[in-house]
């Protein structure tokens, strides 16, 4: 089943101004100190208050983060625990992350003989952060272009770090799991690509890792909060690829990865990303991706999740000029008792974007669960848009569910707007081929499903990702191969 | 004369037993089997409907193929035709309800679809679905290594199996690169029908059931599936088509031609009959029997 559906005007219940400031406007008067005499506190959920006092106890704030963690807690204290009655998360249980006691990771030590180097750093430029740290120790910056710059903020040159500074935190559309992480982040990652570079030659490959959990049953929860920004100035190019794991032996404990990306493109500028989420099967996985797009910039994603009990991708992209490029890609796949949630927001508000996105879901468990939101804005002075979207789901287990909600809002009145949806199980008439063919019916449902997240996988950028990607979607899908 | 003879040899024996038909056809299949003479392919009394609306298409088809055989059925549009080549390779789209089908020796009803596939029946489909995602040349070597492994030979890998598939594209004048693509995805009318000739001489068959394999191919590309059968064609294996048109017939020269009609064969000849459908056309042919 798939159909074409706009959303006319009239029924748009959000019209957002055409001058949506993006500079962050909160007032600084907030005590970073939590306390239950605030005013701002009363409205305030009790599990909240307590997670936010932990979160501040839990690391001393870094000078040059002082801003950011000012206005998060206020925005903190202000939002209540999301409920399945609101909106955003009508579909997704969070009860694993309310039902624990949420601990925010210690300072790993990295002498710890658990912690190895991750296997796979292949690429010349590698970055590795634990538990939300950058570690120096475990990443490789070499062999990067003079004045590129990847590390943490605290070791960029003052005047660059002025600049860079002025980009966090400036994003005004955050749930209470951003908040969370600006509140929490005990450091932030820095890629900085200057104005004309290219970094062409090599990825630049973040390796998040988390190295504490808790035993399965247990109440504590321990949450990390990476944060990264990725800033490409005018004309600037450069190449992220985002995994997130854990660290050996920590493959079946239970962790939250609270990671927030941001991501500002320059006039002309491309950044190519890669998010590749296989984590513990008993963790939470919450991810915000912000991205800003000045004019004639090109921002493409290709993930692929499948790691998490809850895993969560919030993807904002915002339109800052003309003539910008954006293509999104991405797999979820349920092959347990999980589910995979991607809420995605593309907001055009300039002439001549164009944008594709192409969602596939698979769902290969009874408890399995897969939940689609996208959103895409096409406002009042996005004439000449030509956006697409197209979400596909393959639900291969009685009672594994989808929730998909593709929508389109335009309200400029030249456009070439698309979407569709289909859920199916896998074609009977291309299983009929296989066996027509000789080739039984198992094999054929494995390779039929593989050749759907193909389409996917295909799209990374790297022949050495797409290989290994392949390699763990294939075990995840038929965990004994004959 | 050889046409009436081959064509259902002990009907009223068979129509005896049909209750329990499965029983007596297998005591019949065991004692023949040592004979050479055993036809490949024995269809009596074959009924069928479409599961969905439970329309009965098959009526009744009997149908003798002995080895070397070439055999052509016509018939116009809905007679059925297409129905009879998708039995016969098990399509889910439909239901037997009466009859049997015998081929080399075995109940061809009882097996699954690949089983008829590795038994050495083939078919051509009329419209191949395309498969996205999955490249011609990965589809062809599992294919091919599935027909290895009923055979007890070992498996070959995509490398080893490269030289034996160039060889086959040459036959049916196809360039590399069509190895490249997704199966069927984006192929024109004519790539998708020599796609299935492809697949024949790769994994050769005992009896190849072509179903409307000349609808939609221009003059050349016609020649180069024709010419591209007859090379695959033994003395051993045999040839059922199903066609509306007289061109392919000529170049494969059929042994016999059947008439379909309402979902029976109403009448078998030879390539003689031809002449007479296209000069009076099916009703006036059927009318004959």
Known sequence: MSGIALTPAAYNPVIPSSSCSLKYQKSFRVKTRVSLNNAISISSDPFVLELAEALEDSVATPKTLQKLRQSSSHSLLSTPWPSRK????????????RSSQILPAKTPTITDAHITVPPDSQFPCHVTIIDGHFVNSMSNVTEIPDGVYVGSLSNLDPTVADRVSELVSGFDGGDLFWSINGMGAPDLTVVYVPEGCRVVQSPIHLSYLSSQGSKEGSNDLIVSNPRVLVVVEKGGEVDIIEEFSNVEGNENECYWSNAALEVVIGEGGKVRHSYIQTQSSLSAHIKWTSVRQESSSTYELTEVSAGGKLGRHNLHIKQLG???????????????NQTQDLHSSLVLDHPRGYSRQLHKCIVAHSQGQAVFDGNVKVNRYAQQTDAGQLTRSLLLEPRATVNVKPNLQIIADDVKCSHGAAI??????????????????????RVLIFAFGGEVIDKFPYSSIRDRVRSQIKSLLDPSPK | MASSSSLSLSLPFQFRFRRNNTHTLRNFTRVTASTTDIPLLQVNDLRAKIVESNVEILRGVNLTVNRGEVHAIMGKNGSGKSTFAKVLVGHPDYEVTGGSVVFKGENLLEMEPEERALEGLFMSFQSP???????????????YNARRKKLGLPELGPLECFSYLMEKLQLVNMKPDFLNRNVNEGFSGGERKRNEILQLAVLGADLAILDEIDSGLDVDALRDVASA???ILTPENSLLMITHYRRILDLLKPTHVH??????????????????IEADGYETVSALT
Do not use: C, W
């Open chain 2, 129 to 143: 679905v395309a498969i996205p995602g999955v490249s011609n040349d990965q589809f062809l070597v599992m294919a």
């Open chain 1, 424 to 445: 199916s199980d896998l074609e009977q008439s291309q299983l009929l081929y296989f066996q027509a063919r000789g080739i039984d019916s198992e094999t054929a449902r």
């Open chain 2, 259 to 276: 008439v379909m009609d309402n979902g029976k064969i109403a009448r078998t000849g030879d390539i003689t009959m031809v002449e007479a």
């Open chain 2, 229 to 231: 059968v007859s090379r």
């Open chain 1, 322 to 336: 003309p003539d910008t490029v954006t293509e999104l890609s991405t797999l979820h796949l349920s092959v347990g």
């Open chain 1, 86 to 97: 609101d909106e955003p998360f009508r579909f997704t249980d969070l009860s694993i992350l």
